[in-house]
C-alpha cells in the first residue's frame, strides 16, 4: 500500500504565506513525478505546480513567480512554498505522485496516488 498525506493548510491573510508538505509512505521503490492540484468550489481540478525526479518543474501561469515547489528524495516528500497569496487561490489542494512499488509477494506496479487534500483558505 503507498499512501500520500497532506499537511500545512490553513486561513491565511491575503498577501500572506504558506508551506504544504506532503509526504509519501508505504512499498514505495521509486517516485517519479509528483505535484501539487487545486479544486475550488464548483470549479474542475487543475495542476498548480509539479517536479521530476530529477528536479524539474513547471507551474500554472496563475502561480508562476509566487509559488514554489520542491522536493526530498531521502524523506519523500514534495513541498509547495506558496507567498503573495490570494483569495482566488482558496481551494483544496491535493498531492500527486507517479509511484512505482513494490507488491507482497514480487514485482512492482507503478500507478499515480493521490493525497486527501489540505484546505487553503486566503481570506482577511
Known amino acids: 500500500q503507498v499512501q500520500l498525506v497532506e499537511s500545512g493548510g490553513g486561513l491565511v491573510q491575503p498577501g500572506g504565506s504558506l508551506r504544504l508538505s506532503c509526504a509519501a509512505s508505504?512499498?514505495?521503490?521509486?517516485?517519479?513525478?509528483m505535484g501539487w492540484y487545486r479544486q475550488a468550489p464548483g470549479n474542475e481540478r487543475e495542476l498548480v505546480a509539479a517536479?521530476?525526479?530529477?528536479?524539474?518543474?513547471n507551474y500554472a501561469d496563475s502561480v508562476k513567480g509566487r509559488f514554489t515547489i520542491s522536493r526530498d528524495n531521502a524523506k519523500k516528500t514534495v513541498y509547495l512554498q506558496m507567498n503573495s497569496l490570494k483569495p482566488q487561490d482558496t481551494a483544496v489542494y491535493y498531492c500527486?505522485?507517479?509511484?512505482?512499488?513494490?507488491?507482497?509477494?514480487?514485482?512492482?506496479?507503478?500507478?499515480?496516488?493521490w493525497g486527501k487534500g489540505t484546505l487553503v483558505t486566503v481570506s482577511s
Open positions: 500527486n505522485a507517479d509511484i512505482l512499488r513494490t507488491l507482497p509477494v514480487q514485482g512492482m506496479s507503478r500507478g499515480e496516488y
Open positions: 508505504g512499498s514505495i521503490f521509486s517516485i517519479y513525478a
Open positions: 517536479i521530476t525526479s530529477g528536479g524539474s518543474t
